[in-house]
């Protein structure tokens, strides 16, 4: 499952659209500290941005910055027209409340998909700002025309950022949908049993080739390094039976980037009111 090639066809997509709106959309991201892979991530994300014509403003605080200095930035992007999405970088330093940080982002403009707001409308099963790598994951799965009505889907994982909205979002397309993670017992049995996997618990190599279903459809998000290396939560060797697998890396990383960028020109047609947004 080509997620790079896929990825940049709705990147594509995406700048068609940002010019046919006739307005200026503009991510804010906002980094804490300087932690390397986040650096890496938010650069990427400015840099796609940037390739779709949508404008952006960095914010940078330091590591030890005040937790309300945080929140009064925030505020203020909510206040600013030029910004259409917010995105604050995470994890967040030990000092700050992600949940309370998340909470005060406006709705309209929460292009990660974190607001309770947007959470909520999920698992209504009326999505509006969907979190980025779950979307990315259901790209991939049209795109290669996954059969998921009435399939068994496996989701290993349970956080709030990609397990349990990947799991409603199966289950808005009828897939029967079984949530495992790190304590589930005999987790092998629940994957074998499985049309689809979605291994997104960060632990390299455990979904192994002989816990899957031949033929399955594997999606991989985990992100994990070895000896320099990058690798997924699914090892190499289950490609030998499974009938679809997205690679890390290659797969559902750049499927994220295009979703936010999506998500971004979704937002800016809720605030414009060209998209309705419930109860507005």
Do not use: W
């Amino acid at each position: 499952m080509d997620g790079k090639a896929l990825g940049e066809r709705v990147r594509a997509g995406v700048a068609r659209e940002v010019a046919a709106l006739g307005r200026s959309i503009g991510l804010a991201t906002v980094l804490v500290g300087e932690d390397p892979a986040s650096t890496i991530y938010v650069r990427r994300k400015e840099e796609a941005c940037v390739e779709a014509g949508i404008e952006t403003f960095h914010h940078e605080l330091a590591v030890d910055a005040a937790e309300e200095e945080l929140l009064d930035l925030v505020l203020e992007l909510n206040q600013d027209e030029r910004v259409t999405g917010i995105l604050t970088q995470l994890p967040l330093p030990p000092q700050m409340d992600e949940d309370k940080v998340i909470a005060a982002i406006d709705p309209l403009k929460d292009v990660d998909g974190f607001h309770p707001t947007n959470a909520g409308f999920l698992l209504l099963g009326r999505p509006t700002l969907a979190p980025a790598t779950p979307s990315g994951v259901m790209e991939l799965l049209r795109a290669y025309e996954v059969e998921l009505e009435g399939a068994n889907a496996v989701v290993i994982g349970r956080s709030n950022i990609v397990g349990k909205p990947m799991a409603l979002l199966l289950l808005a397309e009828h897939a029967s949908v079984t949530i495992c993670h790190s304590r589930t017992r005999d987790l092998p049995a629940f994957v074998r049993a499985a049309d689809v996997v979605v291994a997104a618990v960060g632990r390299a190599r455990m979904v192994t080739r002989e816990m899957v279903k031949p033929g399955a459809t594997v999606v991989d998000v985990g992100i994990n390094r070895i000896d320099g290396k990058v690798v997924g939560d699914v090892a190499e060797d289950a490609r030998e039976v499974a009938g679809l697998l997205s690679p890390v890396p290659g797969g559902v990383g750049p499927m994220t980037i295009a979703m936010l960028l999506k998500n971004t020109v979704k937002a800016a047609r809720y605030q414009s009111r060209t998209l309705a947004f419930p109860g507005r």
